[in-house]
């Protein structure tokens, strides 16, 4: 199973620290975040857990055909349309 495009480009947000879940699979409905969805697809695949110690902007992949998620690597600008 393939994961749903969800935004051919990042989401650029101010993160403050804390820790993260990031969907891999496209269908949660607080994208780029997990909300269990994947639970229900009956899918392996599963949400990228990432631990922010201090505030900064992150590039959140929105494609979820990044080759280093759960970052944006501007894999989004080779996927057909
Ligand atoms: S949004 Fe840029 S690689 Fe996915």
């Known amino acids: ?3 749903k495009i969800v935004k ?8 403050q620290p804390g820790t993260y ?5 496209g269908h ?3 994208d780029p975040f997990c909300d269990g969805a994947h639970e ?3 899918t392996d695949m599963k949400p ?3 631990s922010i110690s201090y505030p900064k902007t ?9 080759g280093k998620p759960p970052y944006c690597d501007g894999a ?3 996927l057909k349309p």
């Open 1 to 3: 199973m393939e994961p």
């Open 8 to 15: 051919k480009g990042p989401y650029m947000m101010e993160m």
């Open 21 to 25: 879940h990031w969907c891999s699979c």
């Open 28 to 30: 949660s409905a607080k």
């Open 40 to 42: 229900k697809l009956g």
């Open 48 to 50: 990228v857990e990432v």
């Open 58 to 66: 992150v590039a959140w992949c929105g494609c979820k055909h990044s």
């Open 76 to 78: 989004h600008n080779k």
